[in-house]
């Protein structure tokens, strides 16, 4: 048996020559069953081909061969076919290709039209899904603007209406940004919105000198501190390609990056692009903190370490076994965690109420509510008669005559105060001390009869107006509604009007009758008062001594003030009066009593308006911590002029305010400096961890002089050189100072030092007593593997203040 | 010699044959000293694909730094090689220009295809965190077309290599245009062998396998099965049955049956031809036809970026 053959010895004939697969069809003679042309093996594609479109060149013939003359035939001939029978063509690879390329592009072209000619071009272009809280709002039925609410070219209906200028409607002028910050206004201020940080240019470059020096004035201790910058790839990364005061909301915040996408998340490199000083990771090339947080400006002077290691261990020791928990230095005794601030929301975090302080009644009353009693003993007076020559007072009209004499004493404060601010062209400080005074310059004795004509015209208007003048005075000086009611509200206004009946309304008694200008119904000075009939309806001088009841001998039936003459003769039972006893005594001779001056320390001990008929003066006592009338004069005072303000200050009772109190606000601020609003810190994710529960862990306290010198950061912070020191205080406090607004600079400051208005002073009162916190204890924890170091993890990027603005109102309503 | 001098032989000799080690490897590598090659090419070119795409990166890096939009760069840095991805499609239609040689329009195109994959990376960050298709509807097609082409021109890459390789083997090339053609010739041989036959034995079992078995299999056309995945299960079972038959045959009808499954075979390689044939020209159908809605769709994608990006 042979063997059978190879494949390739197998004989085809050779394809046919006339072929053109770049054409869409293929003759078919031949081929597929196409038989038809002879039915032979040797049928070969024909030479023309079928057309376009497929057709046979043929197939029409065979009609007209029937009618028509050889000529077609000659044709036929010519294409080398030995017949003229039709062919099917037979479809080639290239036309099929076409076809169906064609046919899928053309389906695509439709696609698109159909999309973006309808209304769901929105939803079809939408690149991605928004961050759950935009998503929330703008895809849900509180807009139905769609993409219009942030994007101004586009319109709701079809995307395909936008106009050629990119925008629609009236909206065209609003961006982006301007769009967020219609909603976010109320963190963001408005006019600030594109710049950097929220902060005007002249602020930035503000803190930028400041830094600089204090980095300069630290970097003079080489040894501890190090001003690193610079270092790696940082330095090398490009300056900010746009304009720092024209920062668009989309050059950090990237919508449409799905829904878990976060917003905030920022590179160190974008952050560090626009800063001169450029660093690697936080622990190996971040600046070391200079004064950190020792610079905290706080509202209450409290030192700590004298607190610590004086006073605290006197009181225990005084004691002795008896001590109680209170007697013992404890840092959560007075800064108490408070439950609000565990939500990690932004006020939380912004006011880190950790750190906050118990009021005083809970913390320092125990031992300063007594010697606080004391110091505000001596109320200061709102209105005083000055003591003034007799040819001052001759140019005044009723003048006293117990206030003329040789000039002496000081004027009250309070009351220059007031005058000042309702005339604040005249100034008479120069006549605060009255002894002190040239009384044979002309000018001083003008300004005499100014001060004079001023005092009377108040002393009238507030035994007039009473309260109401009060309370417009207050308000006119700066003090707040709720301050300025409560300081008029407490002024009893009959007082006064007694007070300015005696002293203007009628001939001035003797000197000898000061001390009994109001001594009893019998005085003959009442009855005999000439000036009653003079038109003084204020009071009625022709009233008999027995109409007063108050001062009547029928007065013997007050049980206000006859608590020892009650029908149960129990002397300690008048609970009203605290000197019960000494007013039982006083009854046995109550004229005298009365006709002494009046002790308001005895008589007035819970506080009180008061008059005070040896200074012819209307005073203040106070009650203790937290009056509303003396916090009221210092509120007033410390927006007042700095000559009057310090005048103020020295008042024994406003004293003892400012004494602890010396800025405001009164209690620690929510409203913090633009540096504490650039670094952010939270106490309570470091509680959790064990060993930073202990307070003395980060918060060492200053240790005794010797070991202040050789605390290296301490040394960089105190020690005289020339730009430490004093002036590294001062550069501090100025950058505590800084407002985010370049006119807030010039305007009153939330935390405004009183008396001593040096920054140093502020800052020794702040956390001077502890030592400054060193990078090291937070690079510790806070790597890129561990509790991480992005620039964001501590540090703010708006930091606008915004509490100035009205949130009420929007710029603009969001577009909808 | 003393010591030192060994010592200091020794070392020279140790630095020499470091630095001859490295020098080999480079070679080895680049086919550097030595004739023109491919691989010499191959890495020459993937080295300038490297360098390039560190310098976008490090472009786009500096670019987000400086607080711009880095994906603007990158963007049109992707729409540039996409166009020029799509000229080999001109050029290869207009072939009568001197625009360079096809070989070099594929290696700039090859290369130009991998620079734009590293673009793409760096134009859409999130890929990186494993979202390989972008959400929204627009730029998730746009996404879902580029991975398409970048998936089928790698495919491309490797097929256009191997398919010619596995042509060769089979034998004469055929284009693919003629194989129907061949095919027909190839039934009508079988059906003349059938016919030619005089012994009536034969006649029965050739004449009954033929209009069972050959005639079907040699009129059809390959399955889709047999296309994408070309095998030699049929033509093994065809002609298994005809060496079946032989038992029942003379010699000379065995002759015949020995013609018909060369046929066979012949019909085979054909199929086998046009499988893979098909599948380079369907590939480039597929590739060419995505390329071109993915340039659209970049375009549209392009405008509307521009027109919403705000700085």
Redesign the interface.
Known sequence: ??????????D??D??RI?R?GRPF?CGR????NHSAGDT?TATPCAEGPTIAGECPFAGRCHDDSGSGSGKKKTAGKKGANDFSPCRP?P??AGR?RR??AG??LL?AFA?VGVFGTSLAP???????LSTSHAQILTGDLTAGGCTVC?G?VSAETWMAMKEA?HVGTEESL???DRCVACHHDRIPVDLATSAHNVSAETRLAIGEQRREIMLAAATDSSSVRTVSGSGVSKW??????SQDD??????HRE???ADADLKAI?D??C???HSNRFGSFADSHPEFTNWPTSSEHAIAFDHSRHANMHFPKTAEAEGPNQTLASQFDCRSCHMIDPASQSDTRDALLNDSIVGTLPFEATCAACHEESLGVQIASGPALIELPILPREVAEQIESWPEDAIGPPDGKLSAWMLLLLHDQDPSVDFAPLSNLALVDWQSRSNQELAVRLGKAVREFAIALSIDGQAFLLDAAQRAGADLETSKAFAGSFPTQVMRDAASEWFGRSNVSASDRFSARQSAASDSLAATPDSGDGDLLVDWSAEGGDDLLLSGGANDDPLLLGGSSSNGDTQSNLLLPGGGATDRGLANWEDELGKRFDAARAQSLGGWYRDDLTLSIRYRGSGHSDAVLRSLVEVASKSDPVIRELVMQQPAVAACVSCHTSLPWRESHESSLRNRLTKFSHRPHLDITALQNCEHCHSMRPGSESEASSPSFAAATQPSPLTGDALYDTIGLLNHVSARPDASSDVSPHLAFGDTDADETTRHGHSDFLPLRKAACAHCHTASAAGDHCTTCHRYHVGDVSQQSTAVSPFEPVR | MSVVERRHGGAISTTQRCKAAASGLVNRVTGAGRAYSFRRRRVVACGVVVVSLALAALLASGMHAALLHSGVMTGWMLISCLFLLVLIGVRRRIPVLPLGTMSVWTQVHIYTGLFAVGVFLLHVPAILHGRLIATGYLEGTLSGLFWFVSASGVYGLIASRRIPWRLTNVGEQVRLDQIPWYREQISRSVSDEVQSLTNPAAISVIGEFHRRYLSRYLSSKPSWLYLIYPTSVRRRRVLAGLVELNRYLEEEDCRVCGRIAALVRRRDDLDYQYALQLRLRVWVMLHSAASVALLVMAIIHGILAMRFVES
Not at chain 1, 30 to 33: D, R, T
Not at chain 1, 123 to 129: A, D, I, L, T
Not at chain 1, 247 to 252: D, P, R, Y
């Open positions: 048996m042979s063997r059978s053959p190879r494949r390739d010895e197998v085809l004939p394809p046919p072929q697969p293929l031949g081929q597929h069953g093996q037979i080639t690879w290709r169906w390329t899928v592009l695509f698109l939803e079809f272009v939408r690149p991605g899904n994007h070219n990119g961006t982006m940004t990364w490009p300056p900010p390609a746009v920062v668009a909301c989309s050059v950090c449409h990056h799905g590179a490199s974008r560090q692009t626009c």
